[in-house]
């Protein structure tokens, strides 16, 4: 059986996972709300959609793994939100289909 508890410790939440007999401590991320305008390079293959890569502050971040695919509404329309990583980040990547604009919305460090 495993059981989750989130507990506050100082300004950073952590993760216990006991499980019968290993217990670790799992420190979440501090995410930070940006919504910054992007230049993403992705891969357009028929309807899908899969960012490879963007530039932030004249830095270009290389996408080494989609987490999460999402669709989301605003107001009447859809976007899609990709979770994306790279070496030490998380980012949330939101495409709006009707515009063709990329927006960045959240960064979380490691």
Request: hydrophobic share 40%; aromatic share 12%.
């Amino acid at each position: 059986m495993v059981s989750y508890l989130l507990a506050r410790l100082g300004s950073h939440e952590t993760l216990i996972l006991a499980h019968t007999v290993r217990l670790r401590i799992y420190k979440t991320m501090e995410s930070q709300k940006v919504h910054e305008q992007l230049r993403v390079f992705a891969d357009f293959n028929g309807s899908q959609v899969r960012p490879i890569a963007f530039m932030r502050a004249n830095r270009r971040y290389e996408v080494q793994r989609v987490n999460l695919v999402y669709r989301k509404r605003v107001g009447t329309r859809f976007v899609w939100c990709f979770a994306v990583s790279d070496e030490g980040n998380n980012f949330v990547l939101v495409y709006d289909p009707e515009t063709l604009r990329w927006t960045l919305e959240e960064v979380s460090s490691l």
